[in-house]
Structure formats: C-alpha cells, structure tokens
C-alpha cells in the first residue's frame, strides 16, 4: 500500500508541474490545445491525490503500524472516528490532506468557470498549478506521510485534547477556509497576466471568497467552542498564534467582500482590492507556515519539521511576485469614479477596511514580533493577551458602530437631515440602553457598556432597514407581510443576507462582552461534603469515582448544583488518563442556562486521590451562549448570501464584459 501511495503523489507531482509550466506557455503563446491538456493535468492531479489520501486513510482504519504515520498517531484502543481524523491530526497527513483539497477546489473551479473566458482560464491553470506543484513537493520530498518501519506493538496514539467531537470537523474546515483563498488569488493574478481591466474576475470567485470566507469563521467558532469545552482553562480564544492566523486572513477577506461591493457600484478601489486578495492568500500561507515551522509552541501546531523554511520562502516569493505584477499593472486598474463624500456609503466601507485591515496588521505584528525579536537579538519577547484585547477594543468598538451606520448611510452622498433622520431612531434607542444597564450596575466595565449600546444601535439599523425594505416589496407587489419579506430578501441577497451576517456578529460582540467583562470567577479546596457558592450558585462535593472507556481511564467528581434553595441537577468535573498516549486531560463540566444565556463552567483543577478534596475552580459566564448562537445565525446570513441569483449574475456578467472589451490591452 505505501507504494502506491508514493507513486500517486509522484503522479500528482508531475500532473501539477505540467499544468504549471505547459500550462504557463500555452497561455503566453495562446495555444489552446496545449491550455486544454494543462487543465486536463490539473483534474488528474485531484485523481491521484485522491488516491494516495485513500491510501492512507485505508492504513490508518486498518492499525497498519508499517507506516510510520500511523504509528505516530494512532493506537490499538484509539476509536474509528479519530483513526480518520488522524490524516490531518499531524504534519505530513494535513499536508497531504491540504494538497486534496487544493487539488479539489482547483478542479472544480477550471471546470465551473468556463463563461470567464479561455484567455483568463488559460492563465488560471498555471497559477493553480504552481500553488499545487509546491505542496505537492512538500509531501513527496520533504514530509512524505508513506514512509514505512517494522511494525511496532502498538502506535503512539492521538493527542488526548485531539480526542474530541470538535476535531472531527474543525480542523477540515479551516482547511477549506485557508485553501479556498486559492482560488480568487489566482483569478485576480491571471486577470493581470491576461492584461484584462475587467471585474469579471470577481463575478467568477465571489462565491468562492464567500464559501472560504465562511469556512474560515464557521471553523474559527467550531475551534473556540473546542477550546471552551476541551482544553478546560474557562476560555474560548486566547489569542495564540495559531488562533490567530485562521483570524487574519478571515478578516482580510472581510475586508474585501466589503469594498468589492464598492467596485462593483463605483468602479473604485481596484488596486485595494488587488492587494486584499494577495494579503488574504498570503496569511493563509502564513498559518500554514505558523502550524508546522515549529517556530512557536502551542496546542494547536506540529513538531518541528523541515517544511517551515519551504513555506516561509514560497511565502516571500508569493508576496513579490504578486505586488510586482500588480504594480506592473497599474494602468489596467484605474479608478473610474473617485469619492465624492467622506459622508456615504462608500466612505463607511472604507473606513470599515482601514480598521479591518490596521486590526490585521495589528495582529500579525503581534505573532511576527517574538519571531523577530528571537532571529535577531536571540531573545523571545512574548506578548500577552493585554496587547491584543487593547487593540481589539480600539479598531474593534468603531467596527461595530460602522455596521449600524453604513445601511443607513447613501451612496455617493449623503445629507445631514437624511443622516439625522435615520439615525435618530437607532441612536436613541442605544442611549437608553446604556442608561438602563448602568441604572442595573452594569458600568463597571466601560467597554462593555459600549459594546452594548453599539450592538443595540446595530440591531436597530437592521431591523429598519428590514421594515423599510417589506414595507417598500408590500406597497409595490401586495399580498401579505411575510410574502413581502421572503421577496425582498430573495431580491436583494447578498444585501440581506450581508445583514444577517451583521447580526451575527452583534450576537457575538454581545457574547464575548457579557462572559469576559462581566465573568465571575472564584477558587477553593474542597473536601467531601463541603460547598461553595459562586454568583448565587452553590456547588456541594460530594465525593469521586471512576471509570473506564475505550482508550482512557476517567476519574470524575460530582457535585450538586443549586440556586436559590432549587436543585438544578449534578455535574461531574474530572480528569482522563490515556495509556497509549502516557497523558491526562482536565474534562470540564458546564451547566447551561438557556433562560439567563449563562453558563456554569466548573474545573477539577488538582484531585487529591489520598484525602479525597479537590481543588475546583468556578466560573459564571453570562451570555457566552450568544457567542453559539451566533455562530448558527452567521451561517444562515452566509447562506443567504451565497444562495444563487442567476439574473444578477446575468447582469453583472454582461456589463463587466462589456466593459472589459473597452479597457482590455
């Protein structure tokens, strides 16, 4: 089997390589015989990648401890489901299970995007396959996952924190997020080899941007929530590098879905957006590169390997590359309108991309600075959480409000009495919001207090704006108020659903302020019999036990939880010992309160076996549920949006041709 698993990547190596260098000379040369039997080589690259993944697939389900993957991340007693979570539980798997992905979205987006022209496909193919040729050379030559041993016993076994329900879909999600960014990297880049001045480019990968764009947040919740329940610390985000990097290119593509909107209607910012789509596949790289360099320690990269150089060099070649080509291109993306108040729509986007972006950079200086500081003084300066809550405060606050200001603001230009009349509504509303929460105690927390009154005022626009739409679809077509809305949104999707996504993000800004300002967290030693009381709860130990499952030994202490003299039932705080693995994990026991949206997190933090007491730490999280919650209404709003809308596409597509056909050179 390791054979042939090493021949299918050598077959998908050359595959690649030929798309990328035939591929490249038939879109110079304009042959198109040659462009086809390039994009050919690209689809039978996913065909053998598809065949060595099966491969080691095949060997991890059938506990084949002749391949030294297997035995490096499986064990005897570990579970099916985690057996095939294992392909991208470590280095070379996820490589592998990159390139799959890679190799599939590339296949389908030769093949879907046939109305994008053959002049700019041509360039595509190449593109796709220089990006494929390198992480296919990745796991051929430098982390093969095929390499074989005498079989050993028994393996290693998974990371026990790996051993979870999260891990099943987090990780392939986020791969699905990073790799998607591929795809409209390389119609941006082939539109500019293709001397093209047209926005056909974005037509072609809006969706694609949305789709990796809602990858990326769906699997950054899927992994906060992982955290929340499995790492057992009474947090969700901690701001490690790794987080981080699946964060900086999620908001970089935030940044673009916004202001293409603003090329769209105005025919602007053309080379920003160029630049967006580079930083966006660029730090997709750069967390590629953060997860398995070895460069940082954290519970979510791989040992130190050999592909970290590869990959930090890929992205400095990337980074110049791009910006010479942009800059080479320069005449092909003038602006044809300019910006005719810093009161509009358009200047809202804009400023909502300056912050996206400087919050960013922020962040990636963050990540960036220990690296630096290590590579060139020999020491590592770490920063802390402080520096990041600070700045997400300063770019995130002003973020928030712009969401409820944009909708309400006019394109090109708008008025003060508009502006007043919008705003008054939404604006007082928030107001006495915030005088509310500090009559109830709540100003104890400045940027929480903000955080809610500018959630209240983003609310508000929203849901005007859903009122004027129904109001406005119901006087011109009739019928009733809900059929009124299901037309205004089926009109206007991406609008909407944009909306609903804004939704979301309140939801979340709500969550996080309400369970980290307003948390109350409280520590002590328990003995048998005793209790705590903690925010109106009381806790009562009343004593150990243990256990046995599959592949790990579970030691679990109970307590009884009640409020108010009313039992609310027993939770059950522990630890589990994983044999194979020769390691233990804190298992959590939360309470939820779906009325109040808090939740009761309590952890085992040091179990004494000889006197039987137990050191618990508590804590009381209002409203962290929101933050789930909003995780279900951002997949909804993207949905929405990404739902198909053949007569915009229709139009859209026909105007950027027609313009591409006046400014092509």
């Not at 040369?29 to 994009?39: D, G, K, P």
């Not at 329940?229 to 490690?240: L, N, P």
């Not at 309140?506 to 302020?513: Q, R």
């Not at 076996?609 to 997949?635: C, D, T």
Request: aromatic fraction near 12%; glycine fraction near 10%; hydrophobic fraction near 55%.
């Amino acid at each position: 089997m390791a054979p042939l698993g090493r021949a299918a990547l050598l077959v998908a190596f050359g595959c690649l390589i030929y798309a990328a260098l035939a591929g490249g000379y038939a879109a110079a040369r304009r042959r198109r015989r040659l462009a086809l039997s390039a994009r050919n080589a690209l689809l039978a690259a996913f065909g053998a990648t598809a065949v060595a993944a099966a491969v080691l697939v095949a060997a991890l389900l059938r506990h084949d401890f002749t391949f030294a993957y297997v035995a490096e991340h499986t064990s005897a007693q570990l579970p099916a489901r985690y057996r095939v979570s294992a392909l991208w539980g470590g280095q070379e798997g996820s490589l592998l299970f990159w390139l799959l992905v890679l190799t599939g979205y590339s296949s389908i987006a030769v093949l879907a995007a046939r109305r994008a022209g053959q002049d700019l496909l041509a360039w595509v193919v190449p593109i796709l396959g220089t990006i494929g040729a390198f992480f296919a050379f990745l796991v051929v030559a430098i982390a093969s996952p095929f390499h074989t041993q005498t079989a050993p016993p028994d393996g290693l076994g998974l990371t026990p924190s790996l051993q979870n329900p999260y891990m099943l879909i987090h990780p392939p999600l986020l791969y699905l997020g990073y790799v998607g960014l591929s795809i409209p990297f390389a119609f941006a880049m082939a539109t500019l080899l293709a001397r093209r001045g047209d926005e056909m480019w974005i037509v072609v990968t809006r969706r694609w941007t949305l789709v990796a764009w809602t990858f990326l947040g769906v699997g950054q919740l899927l992994g906060a929530h992982w955290a929340y329940v499995e790492v057992g610390w009474g947090g969700y985000y901690a701001w490690d590098p790794v987080e981080n990097a699946a964060l900086m290119p999620w908001l970089a593509a935030t940044a673009f879905l916004h202001s293409v909107m603003i090329q769209e209607k105005r025919g602007m910012l053309k080379v920003w957006n160029m630049l967006l789509v580079v930083l966006a596949f660029c730090l997709a790289i750069f967390g590629d590169f953060l997860t398995r360099s070895g460069v940082i320690n954290s519970i979510h990269s791989f040992a130190q390997g050999k592909v970290g150089p590869w990959l930090l060099g890929f992205i400095c070649a990337v980074t110049a590359a791009s910006l010479a080509l942009v800059f080479a291109r320069l005449p092909l993306l003038r602006a044809r309108t300019r910006l005719e108040s810093l009161v509009s729509r358009e200047a809202t986007f804009l400023y909502n991309n300056l912050l996206l972006v400087a919050l960013c950079l922020t962040i990636l200086w963050g990540v960036a600075f220990p690296l630096l500081s290590e590579a060139v003084r020999g020491q590592t300066v770490t920063i802390a959480r402080p520096y990041y809550d600070f700045f997400l405060r300063v770019f995130g606050l002003p973020l928030l409000l712009l969401m409820g200001i944009g909708p309400l603001v006019a394109w090109r230009r708008a008025s003060l009495r508009a502006l007043g009349n919008a705003f008054l509504g939404p604006a007082l509303l928030a107001v006495a919001t915030g005088v509310v929460l500090i009559a109830l105690g709540a100003g104890s927390s400045r940027p929480g207090l903000i955080a809610y009154s500018f959630s209240v005022f983003v609310l508000a626009s929203i849901a005007l704006e859903f009122a004027r739409g129904t109001r406005a679809r119901r006087s011109l077509a009739g019928g009733s108020w809900p059929a009124a809305f299901g037309s205004l949104v089926a009109r206007n999707r991406r609008r909407y659903g944009g909306y609903v996504v804004h939704a979301a993000v309140v939801l979340l800004a709500i969550g996080i302020a309400g369970s980290s300002a307003y948390q109350t967290v409280r520590e002590r030693r328990l003995q048998p019999g005793q209790s705590m009381n903690v925010a109106g709860y009381t806790l009562a130990f009343q004593g150990t036990t243990e256990g046995q499952s599959s592949n790990a030994r579970e030691l679990r202490t109970h307590l009884l939880l009640s409020r108010g003299g009313h039992t609310l039932g027993s939770i059950a705080p522990g630890k589990n010992y994983y044999p194979a693995e020769r390691s233990s994990s804190n298992e959590v026991a939360i309470r939820h309160n779906f009325l109040t949206l808090e939740d009761v997190y309590v952890i085992a933090d040091q179990i004494d076996a000889k006197s039987g007491a137990v050191y618990f730490k508590v804590l009381v999280k209002p409203l962290v549920n929101l933050i789930w919650l909003a995780g279900a209404v951002f997949v909804l709003g993207s949905l929405i949006t990404l739902w198909p809308d053949a007569r915009e596409e229709r139009r859209l597509a026909a105007r950027y041709r027609a313009e591409g056909a006046l400014v092509r050179v």
